[in-house]
């Protein structure tokens, strides 16, 4: 549905799920565009070079492959703490709000220190991109197979 507008999108989406629910059937969905597998699919298959990285819930994929989550923070008044790198990478700063990269099994840790520590207005924890996720599994697979000849000459080019 890539190349359809917004709300055809929707209703090709909405047919799949009414058709697939009333014929008790399976689609077999093949694609690139994660918006439509995020909202069409519960189970995922991710092949890279013919080998099987994944098989089974696709909210799985980020659990298994993705070690970190965004924290979006809102402080009170116009400037952020400039201690916040002790919590994660800081990856984006205009006060008084700050995006946090953090490791996903301390955020409850992570977020009871910065709420006991600072004034904060608001909080957001977001997983990343599945996008991003499937992109970077893909991309560590190729440099993980390459010959050291290979990997020598991309690390060269970069």
């Given at each position: 549905?890539?190349?359809?507008?917004?709300?055809?999108?929707?209703?090709?989406?909405?047919?799949l799920?009414?058709?697939?629910?009333?014929?008790?059937?399976?689609?077999?969905?093949?694609?690139?565009?994660?918006?439509?597998?995020?909202?069409l699919?519960?189970?995922?298959?991710?092949?890279?070079?013919?080998?099987i990285?994944?098989?089974?819930?696709?909210?799985?994929?980020l659990?298994?492959?993705?070690?970190?989550k965004?924290?979006d923070?809102?402080?009170?008044?116009?400037?952020?703490?400039?201690?916040?790198?002790?919590?994660?990478?800081?990856?984006?700063?205009?006060?008084?709000?700050?995006?946090l990269?953090?490791?996903?099994?301390?955020?409850?840790?992570i977020?009871?220190?910065?709420?006991?520590?600072?004034s904060?207005?608001?909080?957001?924890?977001?997983?990343?991109?599945?996008?991003?996720?499937?992109a970077e599994?893909?991309?560590?697979d190729?440099?993980?197979?390459?010959?050291p000849?290979?990997?020598?000459?991309?690390?060269?080019?970069?």
């Amino acid at each position: 549905t890539i190349g359809l507008y917004v709300v055809s999108q929707r209703k090709v989406q909405e047919f799949l799920r009414y058709y697939q629910t009333q014929q008790k059937i399976t689609v077999l969905l093949t694609s690139h565009y994660m918006k439509d597998v995020e909202a069409l699919c519960k189970r995922a298959i991710i092949i890279n070079h013919g080998r099987i990285r994944h098989d089974g819930p696709l909210a799985d994929i980020l659990d298994r492959f993705s070690t970190w989550k965004i924290m979006d923070l809102q402080f009170a008044g116009t400037e952020v703490p400039g201690d916040l790198a002790r919590f994660g990478e800081v990856i984006e700063s205009r006060p008084p709000r700050v995006r946090l990269k953090v490791p996903r099994n301390r955020i409850p840790e992570i977020l009871n220190a910065l709420l006991s520590s600072y004034s904060i207005e608001d909080v957001g924890v977001q997983e990343r991109p599945l996008e991003e996720v499937i992109a970077e599994l893909f991309t560590s697979d190729s440099e993980s197979s390459a010959t050291p000849d290979e990997r020598s000459l991309a690390t060269a080019a970069e």
